[in-house]
């Protein structure tokens, strides 16, 4: 019978899955970063280079507190998935309340630690003191936003548990359309607006988010759908939450190590310069397009293998994660052509300081030669996300970036006295991770970590461990 909502991805065409699942995803993030080069071409090319500085020293304390949020939508988007594959439709319900809840309540918590440690966290980041305050000031404003985010993360992955990818898609069209009007009309002052310069971004995002949440859930409420937010039942609220913390606190703390090395990587950076800041600032978005397919290839597979594996259909996700790394492979192999061939003629579109793009330019030539590499690390740790072993991939951030990248930006960059030392050190962090991840996943020791323990039916009517039933299904490929 076909759900009422949602897809069912435990049946079909793996690859057709894999596309037409992960294509409005891949529309929304180009959509998003769409503005956001909007956005840079607004900021660098009207503001200056010291505006585009502000904004690429704010962006990685943003993503850190994100990324908490984005850990717990995880263990969200992992639970549904699992509980929608396995027909538990009122444990589906259950997951939603206590998600809302603390979901919620975390985005209000770190909007207020937030706008209280903001200065100190820019001092700690070496910021330049020429664009300190206004920094300060940008952040801040810009932090209001957080709790409304969290709320569009939360429901995006709710809907894409269920193999919903469109409706997120139509909200976020139009989230990006009204910010995308409101940006130039507060930065410079128009219809009655004041002129913000810089932080009129911020209010834009602002605005946007509250507007376009506000209509979702009204949307949602509308179409009676499972994954509506409403007044939670408090007796939801047990093991739900705690199935939520165990899975989605490692991948928090797995997104912050994600966007706190960001934060480091920035603040060696920032030490050598403007230049130098602004010059990873202009090509770090150049590493958000390449970076898309696989973010965006990552999230279907995790949702497939997570579908697949609440309903026990353990042979499909060998295949899922053959044609992720076919997809991904290809696409990221294309992207890094284009960024190692054409680097200036992508930086120039964000900024045309010569000397800017010059170094930005050496940053494209070695950073971007390695895209796949990141690229098919997604597909493994999305397999390994699906069946919830969130700790691990957690660990394997760990290493990437704690053990390789930041410490070895840091000694290259002052051994070669010289910031391309910085872009050595994230190469080598992307052959770690890849190397962990992959290890793992064929070790299929991430099977332990399915959400739900328990036995799986065999064909035949009799139990088997997953586990040995991957393991089985690996040695006969």
């Known amino acids: ?129 020429d664009i300190f305050q206004p920094s300060v ?26 193999g919903d990818s469109k409706t997120p898609l139509y909200f976020q069209f139009i989230s990006v359309v009204l910010t995308t009007v409101l940006d130039p009309l507060l930065i410079f002052g128009s219809l009655g607006l004041p002129r913000l310069g810089l932080n009129g971004t911020a209010w834009a995002t602002l605005v946007s988010q509250v507007l376009v949440l506000a209509v979702l859930v009204a949307w949602l409420h509308r179409q009676k759908s499972p994954v509506a937010p409403g007044w939670p039942r408090l007796r939801h609220l047990g093991p739900a939450t705690s199935r939520t913390f165990r899975i989605g606190v490692p991948a928090s703390i797995q997104q912050s190590l994600v966007s706190l090395g960001m934060v480091m990587v920035t603040g060696i950076v920032n030490g050598f310069g403007e230049i130098s800041t602004a010059a990873f600032g202009a090509a770090s978005r150049i590493d958000q397009i390449a970076f898309m397919p696989a973010i965006n290839f990552g999230m279907a597979i995790s949702t497939l293998a997570g579908q697949n594996l609440g309903a026990g259909h353990l042979p499909r996700v060998r295949q899922i994660f053959a044609w992720g790394c076919a997809f991904n492979g290809a696409i990221t192999l294309v992207i890094s052509a284009v960024a190692v061939l054409f680097p200036e003629a992508l930086l120039k579109v964000f900024i045309t300081d010569p000397v800017v793009v010059e170094l930005g330019t050496s940053y494209l030539h070695i950073v971007g030669a390695c895209y796949v590499l990141f690229g098919l690390t997604f597909v493994s740790n999305g397999i390994i996300n699906g069946a919830g072993s969130t700790l691990v991939t957690t660990v394997i951030s760990l290493l990437s970036l704690w053990v390789a990248r930041v410490p070895l930006a840091y000694a290259l960059s002052r051994q070669m006295h010289d910031v391309k030392g910085i872009w050595y050190a994230i190469v080598i962090s992307f052959f770690v991770s890849l190397g962990c991840s992959m290890a793992y996943y064929f070790s299929g020791r991430w099977m332990r970590g399915l959400a739900q323990t328990k036995t799986v039916p065999a064909e035949e009517g009799t139990e088997q461990n997953p586990a040995k039933v991957f393991a089985n299904e690996a040695g006969e490929a």
């Open 137 to 162: 000031d940008y952040l801040r404003i810009f932090l209001l936003s957080l709790p409304f985010s969290f709320g569009m993360f939360a429901l995006r992955s709710m809907l894409q548990g269920m």
């Open 1 to 129: 019978m076909k759900p009422k909502f949602g897809t069912d991805l435990t049946t079909g065409s793996i690859p057709r899955h894999i596309v037409t699942f992960s294509l409005p995803m891949l529309v929304g993030s180009l959509l998003q970063t769409a503005y956001s080069f909007i956005n840079a071409i607004w900021v660098g090319q009207f503001l200056g280079t010291g505006a585009l500085a502000t904004v690429t020293v704010s962006f990685p304390v943003v993503f850190t507190l994100f990324g908490i949020g984005m850990g717990m939508t995880l263990a969200t988007n992992i639970l549904v998935s699992q509980s929608y594959g396995a027909k538990r439709f009122d444990e589906l319900r259950q997951v939603v309340d206590s998600s809302t809840v603390l979901i919620l309540g975390l985005g209000i918590l770190l909007t207020l630690l937030g706008e209280l440690f903001t200065p100190h966290i820019l001092r700690a980041m070496d910021t330049p003191e």
